[in-house]
């Protein structure tokens, strides 16, 4: 079986402040990683992955995600955030291509002015 | 322009009366799903199909049907709907298996509210 946790269900960083977003991932073999953006009144957008090799992996929009085997973590983060971060974000877990995709209950991330 | 397209975007029904929420990609992909997602719960999938003919259960079925009679169209038939099916919903669609290469392209969503 495989999961994701989320830590946090809302997030408020102010403007220009780093972004933090927390994932850990529960899987019995290794992991297919992805965090994906909900802007309102949109579908999902997916922002980056993992799937082998580097273990930083940048994606759109300034954000990158470092995967820790050793922490079984995937957080996603971004150096300085701006108003257009606001969004909800989600994390996944697949074990390959041709599994299932399991998302977490998502992060609201409120960017202050 | 790739995408996925979801219709209605909105839907307000009444409890037991058929309804079908279309989705139409233009990607040739192979594999399609379907997730509703409520708060607090994030996104659980319903059904998905790895090709034409071929579909399966995901996590949340009961009170759902699916059907792919072709590769781009996957509609969301829900025979006699109910309150507890009211949600926001999703239609993806993968170039792989499971979007577990190179992930999901996702439609607009469907709001569905039954009353």
Known sequence: AQSVTQLGSHVSVSEGALVLLRCNYSSSVPP???WYV???NQGLQLLLKYTTGATLVKGINGFEAEFKKSETSFHLTKPSAHMSDAAEYFCAVSRGGYQKVTFGIGTKLQVIP | EAQVTQNPRYL????????????????????????????????????????????DKGDVPEGYKVSRKEKRNFPLILE???????SLYFCASSLSIAGGLG????GSGTRLTVV
């Not at chain 2, 037991?16 to 040739?28: A, W």
């Not at chain 2, 992930?103 to 996702?106: A, D, E, I, Q």
Request: proline share 7%; glycine share 6%; with cysteine.
């Open chain 1, 32 to 34: 297919y990683l992805f």
């Open chain 1, 38 to 40: 909900q802007y309102p």
């Open chain 2, 12 to 55: 307000i029904t009444v409890t037991g009366k058929k309804l079908t929420v279309t989705c139409s990609q233009n990607m040739n992909h192979e594999y399609m799903s379907w997730y509703r997602q409520d708060p607090g719960l994030g996104l659980r999938q319903i059904y998905y199909s790895m090709n034409v003919e071929v579909t």
């Open chain 2, 80 to 86: 006699s709907p109910s309150p507890n099916q009211t």
């Open chain 2, 103 to 106: 992930g999901y392209t996702f």
